[in-house]
Nanobody, 124 residues
Framework: QVQLVESGGGLVQAGGSLRLSCAASGRTSSSWTIGWFRQAPGKEREFVGG????????YYADSVKGRFTISRDDAKNTVYLQMNSVKPEDAAVYYCAARWANNVVLATALYDYWGQGTQVTVSS
């Protein structure tokens, strides 16, 4: 099993930057593909991006492509979501999730473990 804890959320001004972290414990993060998702009030949880457990591939939703970057530091068992040029529509609770297979998928049901989420608020 793996436990995931997100951190780094908070208030950011539109156009600013924020870096979220997803720290894994239990089985090391290097064994898991990590996906980032977000959920705004009244909306379904949506895929933001992900990184394969090998770290060789990253994928992004069109809405964040070119603005967000996912990376991993396996020595720290941590995956990062760097958010740049943040927009008001990026405001949501952000979750990281883990799956065993070495491919990133969009479906929430295909992830085995989830963190508790971290709130991102954007001021315009």
């Amino acid at each position: 099993q793996v436990q995931l804890v997100e951190s780094g959320g908070g208030l950011v001004q539109a156009g600013g930057s924020l870096r979220l972290s997803c720290a894994a414990s239990g089985r090391t993060s290097s064994s898991w593909t990590i996906g980032w998702f977000r959920q705004a009030p009244g909306k379904e949880r949506e895929f933001v991006g992900g990184i394969t457990r090998s770290g060789s591939s990253t994928y992004y939703a069109d809405s964040v492509k070119g603005r967000f970057t996912i990376s991993r530091d396996d020595a720290k068992n941590t995956v990062y979501l760097q958010m740049n040029s943040v927009k008001p529509e990026d405001a949501a609770v952000y979750y990281c999730a883990a799956r065993w297979a070495n491919n990133v998928v969009l479906a929430t049901a295909l992830y085995d473990y989830w963190g508790q989420g971290t709130q991102v608020t954007v001021s315009s």
